[in-house]
Structure formats: C-alpha cells, structure tokens
C-alpha cells in the first residue's frame, strides 16, 4: 500500500493505486488525490496514457 505526506496535517496518508481507476476513487475526488502518481509511473514504465 503506497503512503504519501498528508496535504493538511502532514501526517502518513495510506492509499491504495486502484483508486486512480475507481470512479469514486480517492473519496469521490473530495479527499487527497494521488492520481499524479500512478500517471508518474506508468510513463515512466513506458505507458502512453491519458489523465481525465
């Protein structure tokens, strides 16, 4: 399970990829959204991909 600094409180925020791909993923877009990452990876690992 990746994990990444808080945005408000600065404490661990654990997260799981899937939730790039959820519709209501990352609480329906109200919580901390870590998208960016998964898109960071999969071009890195060679993917052409798109972000919506």
Same mark, same amino acid.
């Given at each position: 399970m990746? &994990?990444s %600094?808080c945005d408000n409180?600065? @404490?661990t925020?654990? $997260?799981k $990829?899937e =939730? @790039?791909?959820e519709k209501? /993923?990352f609480g %329906? /877009? %109200?919580? #901390? &959204? !870590? +998208? $960016? #990452? &998964? !898109? @960071?990876?999969l +071009? !890195? @690992?060679?993917f =052409?991909? =798109?972000?919506?």
């Amino acid at each position: 399970m990746p &994990v990444s %600094d808080c945005d408000n409180c600065g @404490a661990t925020y654990h $997260w799981k $990829w899937e =939730e @790039a791909f959820e519709k209501f /993923g990352f609480g %329906d /877009g %109200d919580g #901390q &959204v !870590e +998208t $960016w #990452q &998964v !898109e @960071a990876l999969l +071009t !890195e @690992a060679g993917f =052409e991909i =798109e972000v919506n």
